[in-house]
């Protein structure tokens, strides 16, 4: 069974730094594409940034600079450095992992709240 799990959320001051991370199990087909979304309430979830196996990156316009993913093949695991966070950047933020060849996929993490206020 493929799970997909969140950890680093919190809240955190404008300003500040939050590392979240996303591990995940039960995958075999290991070439594939995963990325960071997040939803606020009333709002469609957006990409924030995503990677592929082969370490190529595209980042939202609203976070180049500020955030940079990053995966570990090894370790199935994939992060999001999150610094200089504005209160904008609030959100549940989901780990996603998709695959376009066959076999597809397309997998979620729970969510993880992020907060940033004072």
């Known amino acids: 069974q493929v799970q997909l799990v969140e950890s680093g959320g919190g809240l955190v001051q404008p300003g500040g730094s939050l590392r979240l991370s996303c591990a995940s199990s039960g995958i075999v087909f290991t070439v594939n594409t995963m990325g960071w979304y997040r939803q606020t309430p009333g709002k469609q979830r957006e990409l924030v940034a995503a990677?592929?196996?082969?370490?190529?990156?595209n980042y939202a316009d609203s976070v180049k600079g500020r955030f940079t993913i990053s995966r570990d093949n090894a370790k199935n695991t994939m992060y999001l450095q999150m610094n200089s966070l504005k209160p904008e950047d609030t959100a549940v933020y989901y780990c996603?992992?998709?695959?376009?060849?066959?076999?597809?996929?397309?997998?979620w993490g729970q969510g993880t709240q992020v907060t940033v206020s004072s």
């Open positions: 996603n992992m998709r695959r376009s060849s066959l076999p597809s996929y397309d997998y």
């Open positions: 990677i592929t196996s082969g370490g190529m990156i």
